[in-house]
């Protein structure tokens, strides 16, 4: 009996289906993000400070504190990627929508009202979000598991901060001079992924009724009762209810412990500093928020749609450096696909950069450098771990460029040193993400990883409260005269009867001209560089677990 063939086991559909449940991790990283470049405008349009601003991100993660992402988890492990995803997918963007509509003004033209709608907003679409990145992250793991599984999982993670990288590069754009604009661009991205998930769910529905085919048919099979054995083993593990011993199981394993340890200390000095990054460049390194006309990419009549298109091409060049040569057979077509994509790229840059060294010195476009650095590396280094392994030893060197980055934008004063800190960001938020979730798929068996990732992401979820909010309240409370400045400022210009939008456009030229002060850094982002020394802590506790447990972390991805 001739075998049928599943979908996941066509590379183009397994591709595909990567593509539309990517656009998840997209769009909910471009709304977690597009906020950051906006602070400064914020308070000039809307009167919300430092500190209010901190509350407004560190909110988003409230309910993760709590245990929403767990009780996800469990749900996804019940109910499947398909319910799951719609409940989350669908909350998130509630969330967004209501975020929209408190910065039209449409609960109240006060600052109270507004400031009010934007948090009840960010904490709806929070309690959906991480759940989605889970329910995102175990598709994958269904449907690349023997295949490229870290390959996989680091072009998703390609997706996610790209996402970023364009809310940090083109909010500002479309914002203008009023905040709205941008907010209600970021809430539509999300309802346009929630209907490639629903388009997503087509495929999913009939691989598994194919795999529910292919039992049948190896019960058919000459050896009845050994097959029929195997099979009713693989489905009571696969059917399993969730029991609180499970969680008990996961939480008391040390490997499982220290990987989650490291994810939360990791990205608490990553996540939140890219919110207050582009605010950092202007105000410690002179970088400005607007580009001159000059250096301004057009596309189609938008400035913001060329910025994007900037973006996507990166990308694109990224995925073909990975992808291009892995389906080549022979090594010389290998090298002559990497030397002409490099080539090609090489060509494009040197014919825009006029354009791009007026770019390097805009805040928010110079902070895309850090999600930019993980477009470009995630999937080279993903690639890696499923060829070479390593795993623990790279989340090692990327802990060691995190304490790099930081130290070079926080005691530092120099924009050279500061372009670097950028970079090494941007290279160790790509090797510690490529190295630690295709880890987690080797320390956790495969029908409890929703709630071992879930887990995971609400643990990080109190470390990015707490810093979100942190560096907000810490940067309101080193720098009070800047901020009564700025308040005293604002009111007066409002009460002569200029707008919001014209208020902030003052502000920006005060400062330019000296009779305003800017935020001073140091403090609120030197705190992060603790993180990166507790981040190799645990890394090196990791690789010893590993030695004594035997999970194979520093060996290739299997298949």
């Known amino acids: 009996m001739q075998r049928q063939k599943l979908l996941n086991e066509s590379p183009a559909l397994r591709w595909l289906v990567l593509v539309l449940v990517s656009s998840l991790m997209f769009s909910t990283y471009y709304f977690q993000d597009f906020f950051s470049p906006l602070r400064d405008l914020m308070e000039t349009d809307l009167g919300i400070n430092s500190e209010e601003f901190g509350r407004i991100i560190g909110l988003t993660t409230i309910a993760n504190i709590f245990g929403m992402i767990i009780i996800g988890g469990i749900i996804l492990d019940k109910w499947g990627i398909r319910l ?43 309690s959906g979000l991480e759940v989605v990145c889970v329910v995102v992250t175990r598709t994958i793991v269904k449907w690349f598991k023997g295949y490229e599984l870290a390959l996989a999982m680091a072009i998703n993670m390609g997706f996610g901060r790209l996402g970023s990288a364009l809310a940090i590069a083109i909010s500002l754009d479309i914002a203008g001079v009023t905040v709205s604009p941008a907010v209600v661009f970021a809430a539509a991205l999300i309802g346009m992924s929630l209907i490639f998930f629903l388009i997503y769910m087509f495929f999913d529905i009939k691989l598994d009724k194919q795999v529910k085919t292919r039992r049948t048919e190896e019960l ?55 919110q207050y990054a582009p605010d950092l460049l202007v105000n410690k390194f002179g970088f400005s928020y607007v580009l001159p006309a000059s250096a301004t990419v057009v596309a189609f009549g938008s400035e913001a749609l060329g910025s994007a298109m900037v973006y996507v091409v990166i990308f694109i060049f990224a995925l073909s450096v990975t992808l291009v040569p892995k389906y080549l057979k022979e090594k010389s077509a290998k090298r002559l696909s990497l030397i002409t994509i490099i080539g090609v ?16 010195i805009n805040g928010p476009k110079t902070a895309s450098l850090i999600p930019l650095g993980t477009i470009i590396f995630t999937p080279i280094f993903g690639s890696y771990v499923d060829r070479k392994g390593k795993a623990a030893s790279l989340m090692i060197l990327g802990s060691l460029l995190l304490i790099f980055a930081h130290l070079s934008l926080s005691i530092f004063h120099s924009p050279i040193l500061a372009y670097f800190g950028l970079l090494s960001l941007g290279i160790a938020f790509s090797l510690v993400p490529a190295a630690m979730w295709p880890s987690v798929a080797k320390i956790v068996p495969e029908n409890r990883l929703g709630t071992a990732y879930a887990t995971m992401f609400t643990v990080q979820n109190w470390g990015l409260g707490a810093f979100f909010w942190g560096i907000g309240a810490l940067l309101y409370k080193v720098n009070p005269f800047v901020v009564s400045a700025i308040a005293e400022t604002r ?55 590993d030695k004594e447990q035997g999970y194979g972390l520093e060996l290739p991805s299997n298949g």
Do not use: H
């Open 345 to 360: 790229f090489a060509i494009l840059v040197f014919l825009v950069r006029d354009t791009l060294g007026v770019w390097l």
């Open 84 to 126: 799951a995803g719609l409940a989350f997918g669908g909350l998130a963007t509630l969330g967004a929508i209501i975020t929209a509509l408190a910065s039209m003004g449409y609960f109240g033209d006060d600052k109270s009202s507004v400031l009010t709608g934007l948090i009840v907003g960010r904490i709806l679409f929070g």
């Open 220 to 274: 058919a099979r000459e050896d009845v009762e050994l097959a029929a054995g195997v099979l009713k083993e693989k489905e009571e593990a696969a059917d399993e209810d969730f029991k609180f011993s499970d969680l008990v199981k996961l939480v008391t394993n040390k490997s499982f412990i220290y990987i989650a340890l490291l994810c939360v200390a990791f990205y608490s000095a990553v996540f939140p500093f890219i």
């Open 491 to 545: 009111e007066r210009l409002l009460a002569t009867g200029l707008t919001g939008g014209e208020v902030a456009d003052q502000i920006k030229l005060l400062q330019l001209q000296g009779e305003l002060p800017y935020y001073d850094y140091t403090w609120p982002i030197l705190m992060l560089v603790a993180c990166g020394v507790i981040s190799i802590f645990l890394a090196f506790k990791l690789k010893q677990a």
